[in-house]
């Protein structure tokens, strides 16, 4: 798994450079890519505002060239009416004929729950290409589709992503929502101690919320630097991280290595219950990715890590995911 944004320095992002990275990750068979928040589209004819909604719009553009890869966009329920958001939401996921997810770094269940309350009840057109309405919401403008006419009901549910924060007063919120809405919780954690430990943390909030562990798998994100050998992959992370000013947040898994290492490394978290997957984030996009995707993907999948190909055509099928289990009733308040 990878992600756009975070391994660099905060920078507008183009649609031709985004389709070129979710191809090569697409080789690889990963997962999904993820536009954070902070993800910025480049100013265009048809992008003149870059907003809160830039993820989504990327996301909906990216799914509809690039096959069998998940596309998730962090969006931030709170500052956009549901319907809004879910608009937003279910274009990304008729985009991609499912392979649609849903990341988030702040929120409420309550908030949760009215967004999926918009998408399971919004209509799509049967057999027909929707029409187009624009909607405005804080000086951002975005594309939805309008129903037709005779359009049906269609149940659109993309699987959620929490992310956690890093203090521990913010911690306890982000846990109560991972437990009750997340399908994938994200983690910064440095040493696998530290990351079994929040891992099992997320499998208690998610046994009160009346649903099983097993439901919700824990990504761990990991900063890769990959090289010939671990002496070359460490001078060039020293490189980008004094010439090229790349930032590596606090309590971050850093590993700069060959692919084999890297591979290795991965494996040993996950065999000892420290994480379920990665969220890879590349010292340098294009090199590291190329570099992760050709090296270290065919060593997983040798292992049995990693499959060979996407089961199924949604990215609930890729995770393995059933349609997800309400939580009990006295769950949300």
């Known amino acids: ?127 027909k290409d929707p029409g187009e309405q624009t909607v405005t919401r804080d000086g951002v403008r975005f594309t939805v589709p309008t129903p037709r006419p005779g359009s049906r009901a269609r149940r659109t549910e993309p699987p959620v992503v929490v992310v956690l924060p890093q203090d521990e007063a913010s911690l306890g919120p982000a846990l109560e929502l991972a437990g009750r809405e997340a399908d994938l919780v994200r983690v910064r954690v440095a040493t696998p101690r530290r990351a079994a430990a929040l891992r099992e943390r997320v499998h208690e909030a998610v046994r009160a919320a009346g649903r099983e562990p097993k439901e919700v798998r824990v990504l761990v994100e990991l900063f890769a630097v990959i090289g010939p050998d671990r002496a070359s992959s460490a001078a060039r992370f020293e490189l980008l991280r004094h010439i090229e000013g790349v930032h590596v947040p606090r309590d971050t898994l850093v590993l700069a290595d060959s692919p084999v290492h890297v591979a290795t490394e991965i494996q040993d978290w996950v065999d000892s219950g420290a994480a379920d997957g990665f969220v890879i984030r590349p010292a340098a996009l294009a090199t590291d990715l190329d570099a992760f995707v050709a090296g270290v993907v065919p060593v997983l999948q040798g292992a049995g890590y990693l499959r060979e190909s996407y089961p199924g055509s949604t990215l609930r099928e890729t995770l393995g995911l059933s349609r997800r289990a309400r939580a009990r009733s006295t769950a949300v308040v």
């Open 1 to 127: 798994m990878w992600r756009t944004h975070g391994s660099q320095p905060a920078q507008p992002f183009d649609q031709e450079t985004a389709v070129r990275l979710a191809r090569i990750a697409a080789l690889g068979a990963l997962d999904l890519v993820v536009f954070d928040s902070s993800f910025a589209l480049r100013p265009s004819r048809d992008t003149p505002l870059a907003g809160v909604l830039d993820p989504a719009i990327a996301a909906r553009r990216i799914a509809s060239v690039v096959p069998e890869v998940g596309v998730v966009a962090q969006l931030d329920p709170g500052g956009i009416d549901p319907a809004h958001l879910a608009q937003a939401l279910a274009a990304v996921d008729e985009a991609s004929g499912g392979r649609a997810g849903w990341q988030l770094g702040r929120g409420t269940p309550a908030e949760v729950q009215a967004v999926r309350a918009e998408l399971a009840a919004r209509p799509t057109a049967a057999g």
